[in-house]
């Protein structure tokens, strides 16, 4: 009888081996999905400091080039190769947060814009203010085609790094094509360094610099 029943015992040892074996799989795959990506469209600086390579200025220079649609635009970062995408790839998405990101941007600036430069002197703070006024109540007034030089008044600069598409059309000869271009810029390569790099805008040579260099500035 002992004989006849060794065969069974080693059945269900080897059955409830397996079980455990299975169960332990099933528990990592689990707890592997669970582990969420991080979204490199809208994470911030230190959420992205968690990914394998990436330190804190690989993070600022990823959120200051926003927003990416895969991993060969990501791969465009200075000093992201595409080895280090390729090590963070499982661990990333992309989400779509350009509108929001165009808001954020109009918020920041509006404010910035209302109070550049107005410390020259006492007469230009009068006209300083009364151009803001006029840009705040009648900004419907301004030409498309980027004829209005004259709501500039003298002293006054746009920030060529924060501002948005309709503050870019106040400058001399810079229509809502060439506006949009200095932000399509200013995305895929980050912020300006001089007001002479935005000469490597499309579209944007030195004859138009020559126009708006007296009117713009960089931070």
């Known amino acids: 009888m002992q004989i006849k029943s060794l ?3 080693l059945i269900s ?12 799989c099933s528990t990592a795959t689990v707890q592997g999905q669970s582990k969420a990506k991080v979204d490199v469209n809208s994470a911030n600086v230190e959420t992205l ?21 895969n991993a060969d635009e990501l791969a465009k970062v200075k000093g992201l190769s595409k080895s280090k995408v390729d ?30 430069d107005t410390s020259a002197s006492p007469k230009s703070k009068s006209s300083t203010k009364s ?8 900004s419907k007034t301004v030409s498309p085609t980027g004829s209005s030089s004259g709501k500039l008044a003298p002293g ?10 309709e503050q870019l059309d106040v400058l001399p ?9 200095i932000i399509d810029y200013r995305n895929e390569h ?9 000469q490597n805008v499309k579209g944007i040579k030195e004859g138009e610099f020559s126009k708006i260099k007296d009117y713009i500035r960089v931070r």
């Not at 350009?98 to 814009?113: F, R």
């Not at 000869?173 to 271009?181: C, L, R, Y």
């Open 87 to 116: 090590a963070i790839q499982d661990q990333i998405a992309f989400g779509t947060t350009k509108k929001s990101t165009t808001k954020s941007s109009k918020k920041t600036t509006t404010p910035e814009t209302s109070s550049t």
């Open 173 to 181: 000869g810079i229509g809502p094509t060439k506006a949009q271009a």
């Open 190 to 198: 980050g912020r300006f360094s001089s007001i002479e790099d935005i």
């Open 131 to 138: 151009t803001t006024a006029g840009d705040s109540s009648g």
């Open 49 to 69: 400091q968690t990914l394998p390579g990436i330190g804190p200025t690989l993070a600022d220079r990823i959120v200051a080039g926003r927003p990416y649609k």
């Open 13 to 24: 040892t080897v059955g409830s081996i397996l079980l455990m074996i299975a169960l332990a």
């Open 156 to 165: 006054q600069t746009v920030n060529i790094n924060t501002a948005t598409a």
């Open 7 to 9: 065969p069974t015992r």
